[in-house]
């Protein structure tokens, strides 16, 4: 059984910053592949980024990229995402996922095996 628990969402202010983590728990086997997505209410869920099990493999979507920053710690089990300069079009649950296969980083939300339950952030002043 495989668990992952997001945390530190809330709301930020615009320019702001805020940092979530994923804990992964369970027969983890150091995911491959680690990623962020996001859905807005109404909107399908979105490629934010993903790193790879050694880090030097990282992908970002294009509206991030600058401004967040994705991390991992392995002997922590915890992936993270810094999100500096927030603006209100980042609003949104973000979720955190992991995928099992040794294939590479990939953004389709199918290609992911565990989720999981998300975590709010809302931008605003």
């Known amino acids: 059984q495989v668990q992952l628990v997001e945390s530190g969402g809330g709301l930020v202010q615009p320019g702001g910053s805020l940092r979530l983590s994923c804990a992964a728990s369970?027969?983890?086997?150091?995911?491959?592949?680690m990623a962020w997505f996001r859905q807005a209410p109404g909107k399908e869920r979105n490629f934010v980024a993903a790193?790879?099990?050694?880090?030097?493999?990282?992908d970002y979507a294009d509206f991030v990229k600058g401004r967040f920053t994705i991390s991992r710690d392995n002997a922590k089990n915890t992936v993270y995402l810094q999100m500096n300069s927030p603006t209100p079009e980042d609003t949104a649950v973000y979720y955190c996922?992991?995928?099992?296969?040794?294939?590479?980083?990939?953004?389709?939300?199918?290609?992911?095996?565990?989720w999981g339950q998300g975590t709010q952030v809302t931008v605003s002043s």
């Open positions: 790193i790879s099990r050694s880090g030097r493999t990282i």
């Open positions: 369970g027969r983890t086997f150091n995911f491959p592949t």
């Open positions: 996922a992991a995928d099992k296969n040794l294939i590479g980083i990939r953004r389709e939300v199918d290609n992911y095996d565990y």
